[in-house]
């Protein structure tokens, strides 16, 4: 079977990892249960949001199921505009449907970050949580959210560290030495993110969320790691189950497993 296109993989991801929220959810199951961090990732990461723009005209691309104004709901402001937007329809219909009898002025598209349908200087800011690097064309991305920002506004793009679930990838490419879907997720983190937004954006601040995970039951963190697999062959299917077995005995051992947690936002103002 012939490679797919790498032009294609974002397309590919979409349809496969982010279709719908139930591979996200595996993921942010392991952590909401495993953090050390007693305060919530979606709490921390929606006062970075207020803190620079508490009542304005607010833009999510990637929005997912809205999990980060779900979380929130008792905290919203009187925002004047807010639009969440996602490439997958079917993640904006979820979005929709958990969010719209609470918000009922929020509206909610299908976006693609590469070409977003808003006229120049439409946002005070723009959230991109955990998305950007799945964007093909980041550059494009990059100067089309530099466009539709006011001067002064803000993209706030929350990413990962490149030794995010070190541990993890470990383990994966031990006993199943194979790339999982998400292997790209370095194309754009909290390390080299910084010198990629400064081709549009003259300020770039780095704010880290403090966690680390403390694993003691092997299923949820296999849910995890099977969320990263589309369509596991054989072979794989058969590997994934030994290194089931062997989490099943390290933590029947030893109790716990700790985990690197390192994510955090990249705040970048357009002068």
Not at 31 to 50: I, K
Not at 128 to 153: F, Q, T
Not at 199 to 210: A, S
Request: net charge neutral; glycine share 6%.
């Amino acid at each position: 079977m012939p490679k797919p296109d790498p032009d294609d993989l974002p397309r590919i991801e979409v349809q496969t990892q982010y279709a719908d929220s139930r591979k996200l959810g595996d993921r942010a199951a392991l952590h909401r249960r495993f953090s050390t961090n007693a305060y919530p990732w979606m709490r921390w990461l929606f006062d970075q949001v207020m803190s620079l723009s508490p009542r304005q005209q607010v833009l999510e691309l990637g929005c997912g199921p809205g999990a980060l104004w779900s979380a929130n709901l008792d905290r919203m402001p009187a925002l004047t505009r807010l639009v969440l937007s996602d490439i997958s329809a079917g993640m904006v219909a979820e979005a929709r449907a958990n969010l719209q009898p609470a918000m009922p002025h929020a509206a909610f598209s299908v976006i693609d970050a590469q070409s977003i349908p808003f006229p120049v200087e439409s946002f005070d800011l723009v959230v991109a949580n955990h998305m950007l690097y799945h964007v093909p064309d980041r550059p494009r991305a990059l100067r089309e959210i530099h466009r539709v920002l006011r001067p002064g506004g803000h993209l706030l793009a929350s990413t990962i560290s490149e030794r995010h679930m070190i541990e993890v990838h470990d383990l994966i490419e031990r006993f199943v030495a194979s790339r999982p879907t998400d292997a790209g997720l370095g194309r754009f983190t909290l390390e080299n993110g910084p010198g990629q937004l400064r081709d549009c954006f003259t300020e770039v601040d780095v704010r880290v969320y403090p966690n680390a995970l403390r694993v003691t039951k092997p299923e949820p963190l296999m849910a995890w790691i099977r969320s990263t697999f589309d369509r596991p062959t054989t072979g794989e299917l058969e590997r994934l189950e030994r290194l089931n077995a062997h989490l099943t005995n390290y933590l029947a051992e030893h109790g716990v497993l700790e985990i690197t947690s390192a994510s955090g936002v990249l705040v970048a103002r357009r002068a």
